[in-house]
């Protein structure tokens, strides 16, 4: 699919559309090398760790949230908040 979507921009050039194709793996594979590196050092603790810091993580955002909520002028509070889930809370 990205063959045919490169071949009609490059109006068919097979020089450009190889080095197209080869710069874009390129890009590709050290996208993917960062990511996993990424997930090796978010996951790298024991579950349980990760857990405890997480819970902290969401517990500071919701007094963040609160916060900022208690700080807006009295007409907006009355207004129903949106979870991250598209919910009214």
């Known amino acids: ?20 194709i080869s710069l874009a793996e390129g890009r590709q594979a050290l996208l993917e ?11 790298a603790e024991k579950p349980s760790a990760i857990k405890r810091r997480w819970d902290i993580y969401w517990e500071v955002w919701e007094a963040e949230d609160e916060a900022l909520h208690l700080a807006a002028p009295p007409e907006r ?9 598209g919910e009214a809370r």
Do not use: E, H, W
């Open 1 to 20: 699919m990205l063959q045919s979507a490169v071949a009609a921009v490059f109006d068919g050039d097979p020089r450009n559309i190889k080095t197209y």
């Open 77 to 85: 509070r009355s207004l129903p908040q949106i979870s991250t889930f």
């Open 33 to 43: 090398a960062r990511a996993l590196d990424c997930g090796r050092k978010l996951l």
